[in-house]
C-alpha cells in the first residue's frame, strides 16, 4: 500500500498571509506513460464533507478560488494557500488515487493565529 | 442538483451485519464508478471501497475485505454496502462519493451516515 504522510499536523496562520501543507508518498505516484502524478487535495470544514480542491497535483476543480494551489510530483508534493481567509478554516487531507487503495494523509488542521 | 443521500446507518452489535445505502440524483449514476470512503470519529479518511459504473469490477480496503461487499442498482440510481461481521473498529461515518469521469478522484460527497458498532 503506498502510505501518504503530512506535515505538519497543524498548522496556525495569520489572515492574508501564506499556508503551506505538505504531502509525502511513500512510492511514487507518478505515471510515465502520461507524466501525471495522481495527487488529490480536499478540504474538509468541520461537520462538513470533504471537498475536492486539486487533482493531477496541480489542476485545480472547478470553482475552486485561485488562492489554492497544488505542486510537487512523484513523492512529495505541496498544497499551498497564497492569502489565508477565515473560511479556509478546515482540516486538508492529500490522496494517491495511482493505485488501490486509494490512501489519504492523516490530515492537517488549518487554523488562525 | 447533483447529489447523493446515505441512509441504514445506526448502532449494532459486533458480529452483526448492515446495510447502508446511497440514494444519487443530478447525474446519469450509471455511467459513473462510485466509492464507500469512512471517517472514524475524530480521524481522517479511510477509503474503503469501489465499484465500476456497471458494477464488474470491485475493489476493497485489506481491513473490510471478505466482510463488506459493494454493489448498486442502475435502475434505482442506489448504491449500496453490505456489511459484515462488523467489529468495533468499523464504527465511522460512511460517506459515498462519486468518482470524477475519468479519475478516482471524488468530486461529489453525501453527508454520511453513522455506523456504530457496539454491545
Known amino acids: 500500500d503506498i502510505v501518504m504522510t503530512q506535515s505538519p499536523d497543524s498548522l496556525a496562520v495569520s489572515l492574508g498571509e501564506r499556508a503551506t501543507i505538505n504531502c509525502k508518498s511513500s512510492q511514487s505516484v507518478l505515471y510515465s506513460s502520461n507524466h501525471k502524478s495522481y495527487l488529490a487535495w480536499y478540504q474538509q470544514k468541520a461537520g462538513q464533507p470533504p471537498k475536492l480542491l486539486i487533482y493531477?497535483?496541480?489542476a485545480r476543480e472547478s470553482g475552486v478560488p485561485d488562492r489554492f494551489s497544488g505542486s510537487g510530483s512523484g513523492t512529495d508534493f505541496t498544497l499551498t494557500i497564497s492569502s489565508l481567509q477565515a473560511e479556509d478554516v478546515a482540516v486538508y487531507y492529500c490522496q494517491q488515487y495511482h493505485s488501490t487503495p486509494y490512501t489519504f494523509g492523516q490530515g492537517t488542521k488549518l487554523e488562525i493565529k | 442538483q447533483v447529489q447523493l443521500v446515505e441512509s441504514g446507518g445506526g448502532v449494532v452489535q459486533p458480529g452483526r451485519s448492515l446495510r447502508l445505502s446511497c440514494a444519487a440524483s443530478g447525474f446519469t449514476f450509471s455511467t459513473y464508478g462510485m466509492h464507500w470512503v469512512r471517517q472514524a470519529p475524530g480521524k481522517g479518511l479511510e477509503w474503503v471501497a469501489v465499484?465500476?459504473?456497471?458494477?464488474?469490477?470491485?475493489y476493497y480496503a485489506d481491513s473490510v475485505k471478505g466482510r463488506f461487499t459493494v454493489s448498486r442498482d442502475n435502475s434505482k440510481n442506489t448504491l449500496y454496502l453490505q456489511m459484515d461481521s462488523l467489529r468495533a473498529e468499523d464504527t465511522a461515518l460512511y460517506y459515498c462519493?462519486?468518482?470524477?469521469?475519468?479519475?478516482?478522484?471524488?468530486?461529489?460527497w453525501g453527508q454520511g451516515t453513522m455506523v456504530t458498532v457496539s454491545s
Open positions: 465499484i465500476s459504473y456497471d458494477g464488474s469490477n470491485k
Open positions: 462519493a462519486k468518482r470524477t469521469a475519468a479519475l478516482n478522484v471524488f468530486d461529489i
Open positions: 493531477w497535483a496541480s
